[in-house]
T-cell receptor, first 114, second 123 residues
């Protein structure tokens, strides 16, 4: 059974800092990995999706990397802003197919202070 | 982009009553929708996969008679929490994949769109 863990569980940084969020998964046989953002009491917003054949994806100040063989992914946030404060979730998809289910990580609660 | 809505956004009910939560894909069609449950400061746990026109597939440990799922059309899935109890209080989120959104490279439906969630409080 796939297990997805995120470290740290919570993180507080001053505005402007670069930071790295970690995601690890136990079964390396994945189809893709996705990073989401969740604001308190809200649904999920997709940030980046990395296919199993890819090493990284970038969107603006966000960069996600994937090392499938070691079961790890990182989300790098450059020049953090207070608006980045949210919970960040990674999720792995085991296989292709419409009904293929995501397994979510435990999440990292990020607070960026002024 | 594609939008998924949920109704209601929050509901308070008495113990023993049933509550229906709707999940709608507003501008796309979905043969498959997913229902998740999230406890405070915890991650999302998949409850069931909702299949249009057929029975839902429930995850291990989820009572299908307790959480009734109906996916009667390509744009609507409903989750009914029957005889709700305080332990059913939670945040329920649905998601869907666009039936006609296929990645040109992989040939797969890559993107899963999530609803804003429904907060249920059972007194």
């Amino acid at each position: 059974k796939q297990e997805v863990t995120q470290i740290p569980a919570a993180l507080s940084v001053p505005e402007g800092e670069n930071l790295v969020l970690n995601c690890s998964f136990t079964d390396s046989a994945i189809y893709n990995l996705q990073w989401f953002r969740q604001d308190p009491g809200k649904g999920l917003t997709s940030l980046l999706l990395i296919q199993s054949s890819q090493r990284e994806q970038t969107s603006g100040r966000l960069n996600a990397s994937l090392d499938k063989s070691s079961g790890r992914s990182t989300l790098y946030i450059a020049a953090s802003q207070p608006g980045d404060s949210a919970t960040y979730l990674c999720a792995v998809r085991p296989q292709a197919g419409t009904a293929s289910k995501l397994t979510f990580g435990t999440g990292t609660r990020l607070q960026v202070t002024l | 982009g594609a939008v998924v809505s949920q109704h209601p956004s929050r509901v308070i009910c008495k113990s023993g009553t049933s509550v229906k939560i709707e999940c709608r894909s507003l501008d796309f069609q979905a043969t498959t929708m997913f229902w998740y449950r999230q406890f405070p400061k915890k991650s999302l746990m998949l409850m069931a996969t909702s299949n249009e026109g057929s029975k839902a597939t429930y995850e291990q440990g989820v009572e299908k008679d307790k959480f009734l799922i109906n996916h009667a059309s390509l744009t609507l899935s409903t989750l009914t929490v029957t005889s709700a109890h305080p332990e059913d209080s939670s945040f329920y989120i649905c998601s869907a994949r666009d039936l006609y959104e296929w990645d040109q490279t992989t040939g797969e439906q890559e993107t899963q769109y999530f609803g804003p969630g429904t907060r249920l409080l059972v007194l």
